[in-house]
């Protein structure tokens, strides 16, 4: 796929789910060993305390809706009331999982959109925004984008960082667009560390979008989005420092983070860094590299990659095809 060199209104228009994180309940676990440890304090036993099941169904959403499935399991096994109150959750992470396997054809299903359509819509029901944000998905590639919105909007309110980012990028999208709807929810999922909001957030202020224009501040959120593994910001912040523009300049700074854009894949990044390494003498990497780039769409790679393979021998010429055949892109937070 061919990247934008720098901001434009068409980048952005993809949007993603919630990606699934790690348990973490060691907390849990060292307050059950500190109170066993008190003998003149009686054990507690899981019945004790507050009725958390009795909580109003809509605090419940807002504390676990945003839940993947093992931080769910976890929770539930906390104490009874716990695991009777989040059994629609559980439920409706299932749905999800019955979903993605339709909508991705996995698991012996064959794709079908219309089912995973509907598990996602009853998980959502069920209360869970990571099925809230993939039935909006489908909703807006079908053209459905006030339906999609609509779910968004749930996702985004109950605290989800993906319902949060989407609803941003919608309401650049949607007709009549919203800047300042836009960058408020962007900038939420930002905060929240969801790199992707991170990059179009930047993109608004280096636009001047829903925000006064504000290159300092854009390059800001280009390198957070970079440092955590966006692969168009790594290229925009390489820029950035190459330019001085919001970013101290740099050419240490902007030869990293163009190499770790090319190293996962943005084709301009590749093309950039084949020509420095043209530029450095470094034949047999620059025509990898450049390879790389032809083949992904960058038709100026091609004439200067035919250059230098002019000037290796026959060996090295196969040599530099063979690891371009045998190249994997680093994994990135696309």
Not at 28 to 35: F, G, K, P, S, V
Not at 188 to 194: E, I, L, P
Request: with cysteine.
């Amino acid at each position: 796929m061919k990247q934008k060199t720098w901001p434009d209104r068409s980048d952005g228009v993809r949007f993603t789910a919630f990606p699934l994180s790690k348990p973490n309940d060691n907390e849990e676990n060292i307050i059950l060993l500190r109170r066993s440890k008190i003998g003149s304090k009686p054990s507690l036993s899981p019945t004790d305390g507050p009725d958390f099941s009795a909580l109003p169904f809509d605090i419940l959403t807002k504390i676990a809706a945003s839940f993947n499935f093992p931080n769910l399991l976890a929770a539930s096994l906390v104490c009874r009331s716990w695991r009777d109150a989040l059994r629609p959750l559980r439920e409706a992470m299932m749905l999800l999982r019955y979903g993605k396997r339709f909508k991705h054809g996995r698991g012996g299903v064959r794709r079908n959109l219309d089912k995973a359509l509907d598990s996602f819509l009853k998980g959502a029901a069920r209360g869970s925004t990571l099925a809230m944000v993939d039935a909006g998905l489908i909703y807006w590639e079908r053209g459905l984008k006030e339906a999609a919105i609509a779910l968004y909007q749930k996702a985004a309110a109950l605290g989800d960082p993906a319902g949060q980012c989407n609803l941003g990028i919608s309401y650049l999208h949607a007709q009549p667009q919203n800047h300042k709807e836009a960058v408020k929810w962007l900038h939420q999922a930002s905060v929240g560390g969801y790199t992707r909001a991170q990059y179009q957030l930047a993109l608004c202020l280096h636009q001047g979008l829903g925000v006064h224009r504000n290159l300092y501040e854009a390059a800001k959120w280009y390198l957070k989005a970079a440092e955590g593994g966006y692969v168009r910001a790594m290229y925009n912040a390489s820029l950035c420092y190459s330019s001085g523009v919001g970013l101290s300049q740099s050419r240490r700074q902007a030869r990293k983070w163009m190499r770790r854009a090319a190293d996962r894949g943005h084709s301009k990044a590749q093309f950039e860094h084949g020509l420095a390494l043209f530029s450095e003498g470094e034949m047999m990497k620059a025509v990898v590299y450049l390879e790389l780039a032809t083949r992904s769409g960058e038709t100026a790679a091609t004439h200067v990659k035919n250059v230098i393979l002019q000037q290796l021998s026959a060996t090295s010429r196969e040599r530099a095809l063979l690891l371009a055949d045998n190249w994997r892109a680093l994994p990135s937070a696309r």
